[in-house]
């Protein structure tokens, strides 16, 4: 299997432009989550989904974020409209069976907001 | 959520054995004690959990604390490649998969 892929890996963009970042989860894996990293923040979690439903979004910082997993291999996380304190690494990650089950961690995606 | 106490960094020398604690005072029954770490320009990847008992696997053990207030991840031989951040984390299970990480051990080896 070749992992969680996510892209792009890399996004530079202007403040108040949109962005979306993709991912595509280990087939088979039942749920999903969206973490952000920052030097101020560390690692933490925006969102987690549970065959494709959401099951906790109180780590989504504002209604500037979405995310959206329309089937059970893709998911979206969008920034509408982005700002310089956006820029972080936004990592995806998946698990089959939820509960203690191993996270398998995506190579992220950089975004800077200029 | 339960926090987790780390120290923010520790030294090892290549081929030694690597003890890294994590003292999680305020932990709940029902919380799992999962281990993660993170390699330079990487994502986190999965080391080791447990619940109670001490755990095993090829990477490294967990032994837990008969209190389960504190635990400890042992790296049984360092290698340069185990130079990383390790994340100890409370809880992840079902009804509640949120995985909140702290601000981890940065291991550094020392060849």
């Known amino acids: 299997d070749a992992g969680v892929i996510q892209s792009p890996r890399h996004e530079v963009t202007e403040m108040g432009q949109e962005v979306t970042l993709r991912c595509k989860p280990i087939?088979?894996?039942?749920?999903l989550f969206w973490y952000r990293q920052t030097m101020m923040r560390g690692l933490e979690l925006l969102i987690y989904?549970?065959?494709?439903?959401?099951?906790?979004d109180s780590g989504m910082p504002e209604d500037r974020f979405s995310a959206k997993m329309p089937n059970a291999s893709f998911s979206t996380l969008k920034i509408q409209p982005s700002e310089p304190r956006d820029s972080a690494v936004y990592f995806c990650?998946?698990?089959?069976?939820?509960?203690?089950?191993?996270?398998?961690f995506g190579p992220g995606t950089r975004l800077t907001v200029l | 959520d339960a926090k987790t106490t780390q120290p923010n960094s520790m030294e090892s020398n290549e081929e030694e054995p690597v003890h890294l604690p994590c003292n999680h005072s305020?932990?709940?029954?029902?919380?799992?004690i999962h281990w993660y770490r993170q390699l330079p320009s990487q994502g986190p990847e999965y080391v080791i959990h447990?619940?109670?008992s001490n755990v095993n696997n090829r990477m490294a053990s967990l032994a837990i604390a008969e209190d389960r207030k504190s635990s400890t991840l042992i790296l049984h031989r360092a290698t340069l490649r185990d130079a990383a951040v390790y994340y100890c984390?409370?809880?992840?299970?079902?009804?509640?998969?949120?995985?909140?990480f702290g601000t981890g051990t940065r291991l550094t080896i020392i060849p």
């Open positions: 990650a998946s698990s089959q069976g939820g509960g203690d089950a191993e996270q398998f």
């Open positions: 447990g619940l109670t």
């Open positions: 087939s088979g894996h039942d749920y």
């Open positions: 984390i409370l809880g992840g299970f079902f009804g509640n998969e949120k995985l909140t």
């Open positions: 989904f549970n065959n494709n439903v959401p099951i906790d």
């Open positions: 305020t932990i709940s029954g029902t919380d799992y």
